[in-house]
């Protein structure tokens, strides 16, 4: 473990981490706004406690590896890494406009930080096992965690992937953002996943499944998982658009971005709870 952070102090990190995701997204008039508010708990214990780096050195040797298959939401990352002091906060609003690093899907090599280029989903994971491999063979002890997301274990790599993973018995801890919502509407209309930690338990993964918007239980989870060897998939349960009463559990806002109306009240809303959590 990194540092000790308070859980309320986590907690507040996440609430302003969700107010910059609205305001991006509400400035850049595009973007996926229910899968980063809803991870924002969990990217703020990662890089407020577990992972180890260096903003100014974003490349060192010894940094941890965090790959973030399910690209498009990436302004939960951008986010969280700005307030972590990879780049100054005021890039955030440059969000999706021509010519900013901070695109709608990450770029490898051109924001500090960010590991892997992702968008077309289901491939993160194979990079993490390419990732962790490799570090094996350096024999290294860097850390390598995978966001994933519930919709893209609709695709076979992420099996096969899975199934690679746990026979080399890699140290890679999966984080599925399990939040049942894709672009389309309901994950178990489109193609069920069922219980996905039946399947990684079966897989021969060990796998935790934790409440992904309570910090308490992200922080004991990520705890075992740091602790662990081999594969740890953490089964997230998490509320799609968390924070924004209009928005939570709400397909339509997987790839929609608020209007300044309802920027404002969104930003209104975490404005309620930050209040809430001060005192
Ligand atoms: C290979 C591939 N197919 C389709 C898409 C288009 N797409 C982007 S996001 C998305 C929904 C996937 O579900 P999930 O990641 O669970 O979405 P969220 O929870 O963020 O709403 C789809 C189908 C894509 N990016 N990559
Ligand atoms: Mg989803």
Sequence with gaps: MKKKTSIKELELRANMIRKSVIQMLAEAKSGHTAGSLGMADIFTALYGTFLHYNPKKPTADDRDYLILSCGHICPVLYATLSSSGFF??????????????????PERNCIPGIETTSGPLGQGISQAAGIALGLRLDKKKNKVVCITSDGEHQEGQVWEAALFIAHQKLDIINIIDRNYIQIGGN???????????????????????IDGNKMEEIVEGLTKAFQSKGPVAIIANTVPGKGVSFMEHDASWHGRAPNPEQAKEALNELTKIEEGLKK
Excluded: C, I, M
Excluded at 92 to 105: D, I, V
Excluded at 187 to 207: C, H, I, P, Q, R
């Design 187 to 209: 994950t178990e209309d489109s193609v069920a996943l069922g219980s996905l930690k039946e399947k990684y338990d079966s897989f021969g993964w060990n796998t935790l499944e």
């Design 88 to 105: 100054p906060e005021k890039e955030l609003l440059t969000l999706r406009k021509l010519g900013s690093r901070l695109q709608g899907h």
